[in-house]
């Protein structure tokens, strides 16, 4: 299992964040909202220095079971990079347990 890097912050630019004060994120306090937004928004070269910097076993944790929200189209991407079931994800157990509106 690929460990970690110890580097300060991961080589994202400034574009993935345009909403945040880019000099000012906290990488590690915020990795809910990097690995989502890099989820959502970002391939395969992004995906690897999610887990250059946070490590496999945390990215598939969070996708697992802190990350509320992603669209469709991202939840199956990332069960196709990722050692992961869509079922295993907790934004699609909860889109599942949401009534549908009727129309």
């Known amino acids: 299992m690929q460990q970690p890097t110890t580097l300060e912050k991961p080589d994202f630019g400034p574009k993935w964040f345009w909403d945040l004060d880019y000099e ?13 937004r890099i989820i959502e928004r970002g391939k395969q070269q992004q995906w690897e220095e999610l887990v250059r910097f946070y490590g496999l076993q945390k990215v598939v944790d969070t996708l697992k079971n802190e990350i509320v929200f992603l669209p469709d189209y991202a939840i199956e991407e990332a069960c196709t990079y990722f050692p992961i079931k869509k079922e295993e994800m ?8 949401r009534p549908a509106h009727w129309l």
Do not use: E, H, N
């Open 24 to 36: 000012k994120i906290d990488w590690q306090a915020s990795y809910k909202t990097v690995i989502a």
């Open 90 to 97: 907790l934004c699609y157990t909860k889109k599942q347990s």
